[in-house]
């Protein structure tokens, strides 16, 4: 089993920024790939960043140049730094990982709230 746990969600003004963390524990020898998704009120989730265990990373279209994933394999922890953040990025943001054989895991999830 994985288990994960985010932190570092708040409230913020356009333009602003936060960084989330999501520390895993558990099975962590057989994590894959670790990332954030996002779901804003009334809409599905939705991708917003992804690592993999080598390195190589995937970002939604809407997050790109703007947020940076990152992944420290000594901690467990992966991080999403998010910069000039927009009213539209307003979402709970949940930690992704998906390990073992093809198994996903997701954290409760952290409020972000960007005011305009």
């Known amino acids: 089993q994985v288990q994960l746990v985010e932190s570092g969600g708040g409230l913020v003004q356009a333009g602003g920024s936060l960084r989330l963390s999501c520390a895993a524990s558990?099975?962590?020898?057989?994590?894959?790939?670790m990332g954030w998704y996002r779901q804003a009120p009334g809409k599905r989730r939705e991708l917003g960043a992804v690592i993999t265990s080598g390195g190589s990373t995937n970002y939604a279209g809407s997050v790109k140049g703007r947020f940076t994933i990152s992944r420290d394999n000594a901690k467990n922890t992966v991080y999403l730094q998010m910069n000039s953040l927009k009213p539209e990025d307003t979402a709970v943001y949940y930690c992704?990982?998906?390990?073992?054989?093809?198994?996903?895991?997701w954290g409760k999830g952290t409020l972000v709230t960007v005011s305009s």
């Open positions: 992704y990982a998906n390990w073992g054989y093809n198994i996903d895991t």
């Open positions: 558990g099975s962590i020898f057989s994590i894959n790939t």
